[in-house]
Structure formats: structure tokens, C-alpha cells
């Protein structure tokens, strides 16, 4: 079925992020154990633990629901997955993920042999997050969707994020601007912004079938017959 070939992300996402966060509401001590053994840090990258690269953007930064994730995703994925189908989100959510972890931590570790204790603490720091997954998700649905809608969206999430890293400027502020560039460029390189939409009905397949050759193309051949031999029986009487 279509809506399950594009929605099976979408919605192992969804459980994997909502599962964990019910773990931890109702055991709040395995969030840390969730984040020792799979955050990710600049160490962990030097030891080649790239399995934390998959487990970190689904752990969170803290135990229970966190509002601003999974209020996101439950709108986000679904969303994407009309958009840009399963395998299209998967690509999008993790490497818009990395793109902002990987690009930080090394800017990090640069200034960490600099001299910088605070980039160095944060470099060690296991980091864990759905969040830049989950805006990159968001940003690059949004920029397949048609004409002025696209360009008021895009615009209100650019403005918005924009706005983060000037008046904060914290490390993760950051890390989601990465990662909605990211998704511009993985947008890009996939053309996602003209791929057709299985899941939106097409005109002629559902809709009112008009006459004419090209509504009848829609139609399969029986039906197409059956048409034909009804309009020259009109054209005799």
C-alpha cells in the first residue's frame, strides 16, 4: 500500500522517540544509562563508536516527555512523510542530525587544542537530541510544499532560528541551524521539490472525470470501451 510504503518512518520514528520517553518518565535512571552508552562526544568519535551516530538523535536531554520534541515530531512526521515518502525522511532526519553533531564537535575540538576549557567540556559532554533531526525534518517537508505557502513557512522558520543564534547563541542553537542548511542541501541533491506526491489524489483518478481523450486515459480499458461504444450509439439517435 502506498501510505505504508511512505509512512514506515514516520512511524518508527514516532514509537522510538515516544517509547524511549515513556522509559525514562516511569524509570528516570535509565536516561542516564541511555546517554552514557549512546550520547554521542568528540572522544566517542575518536574511538570509532559511530553506532551512537544512529541511537543519540533519538535519546533525549532529559528523562520524560520533552514538550518541544515530541509536540514537533507528532506534527513533523506525518508531514513528511506525504511530502518526501519513507526513505527520503530517514535520509533527511539523519543526516541533518549529523551534519549539525559532527560539524559542532569538531568546531569544538578545534578550539578545544586552542586552549578553550569550555569548548573542551563540551566536547567530552555525551550529546543526545531529536531536535535538529526533527527541525531538519520539518524544514525540508516545507520546502516541497507549493508555491506561497512554501515561501511563508520557509521564511517564518529562517526568521525564527535566525533570531536563536543572535539573542542566544548557545551551542545547540547552532547545531539546528547546521542542521536546516543541511536539509536544504540534501533537498537539493534529491529533487525533492518537484517529485510527484503519491499520496495526493490525482485529477481525473478520483475527482469528476471530464470528457475527452486525456479523462479517458485515466480509465481502464473496459471502461474506455464501454465509453466509446456509449458515445456513437448518442451520435446515431
Known amino acids: 500500500?502506498?501510505?505504508?510504503?511512505?509512512s514506515w518512518f514516520a512511524?518508527?520514528?514516532?514509537?522510538?522517540?515516544?517509547?524511549?520517553?515513556?522509559?525514562?518518565?516511569?524509570?528516570?535512571?535509565?536516561?542516564?544509562?541511555?546517554?552514557?552508552?549512546f550520547?554521542?562526544?568528540g572522544p566517542d568519535l575518536?574511538?570509532?563508536?559511530?553506532?551512537?551516530l544512529v541511537v543519540s538523535p533519538l535519546v533525549q536531554t532529559r528523562p520524560g516527555f520533552v514538550g518541544t520534541?515530541?509536540?514537533?515530531?507528532?506534527?513533523?512526521?506525518?508531514?513528511?512523510?506525504w511530502r518526501l515518502g519513507a526513505w527520503r525522511s530517514a535520509i533527511v532526519y539523519f543526516l541533518g542530525d549529523w551534519a549539525g553533531s559532527l560539524l559542532i564537535l569538531m568546531t569544538l575540538g578545534a578550539a578545544s587544542l586552542l586552549g578553550s576549557t569550555s569548548a573542551h567540556q563540551y566536547w567530552t559532554t555525551h550529546d543526545v537530541g531529536s531536535s535538529s533531526g526533527v527541525y531538519a525534518l520539518g524544514f525540508a517537508?516545507?520546502?516541497?510544499?507549493?508555491?506561497?505557502?512554501r515561501v511563508a513557512v520557509v521564511a517564518a522558520v529562517i526568521a525564527v532560528f535566525t533570531s536563536r543564534v543572535v539573542i542566544a547563541g548557545r551551542v545547540?542553537?547552532?547545531?539546528?541551524?547546521?542542521?536546516?542548511?543541511?536539509?536544504?542541501?540534501?533537498?537539493?541533491?534529491?529533487?525533492?521539490?518537484?517529485?510527484?506526491?503519491?499520496?495526493?489524489?490525482?485529477?481525473?483518478?478520483?475527482?469528476?472525470?471530464?470528457?475527452?481523450?486525456?479523462?479517458?486515459?485515466?480509465c481502464s480499458a473496459p471502461e474506455s470501451i464501454a465509453e466509446d461504444l456509449l458515445?456513437?450509439?448518442n451520435q446515431r439517435t
Open 46 to 52: 575518536a574511538h570509532l563508536e559511530v553506532y551512537r
Open 1 to 6: 500500500m502506498p501510505i505504508v510504503r511512505r
Open 141 to 149: 517537508a516545507a520546502l516541497t510544499l507549493p508555491g506561497r505557502v
Open 172 to 218: 545547540f542553537d547552532y547545531q539546528h541551524a547546521v542542521s536546516l542548511a543541511a536539509a536544504v542541501g540534501v533537498v537539493r541533491l534529491m529533487s525533492l521539490g518537484h517529485a510527484p506526491n503519491d499520496l495526493i489524489p490525482q485529477a481525473g483518478k478520483y475527482g469528476p472525470r471530464t470528457q475527452g481523450p486525456r479523462a479517458r486515459s485515466h
Open 69 to 81: 520534541v515530541w509536540i514537533t515530531l507528532l506534527f513533523v512526521a506525518p508531514v513528511a512523510a
Open 11 to 37: 512511524f518508527a520514528l514516532v514509537t522510538a522517540i515516544l517509547g524511549l520517553e515513556a522509559l525514562t518518565t516511569f524509570y528516570p535512571a535509565v536516561h542516564g544509562q541511555l546517554v552514557q552508552s
Open 39 to 41: 550520547g554521542l562526544s
Open 231 to 233: 458515445d456513437r450509439s
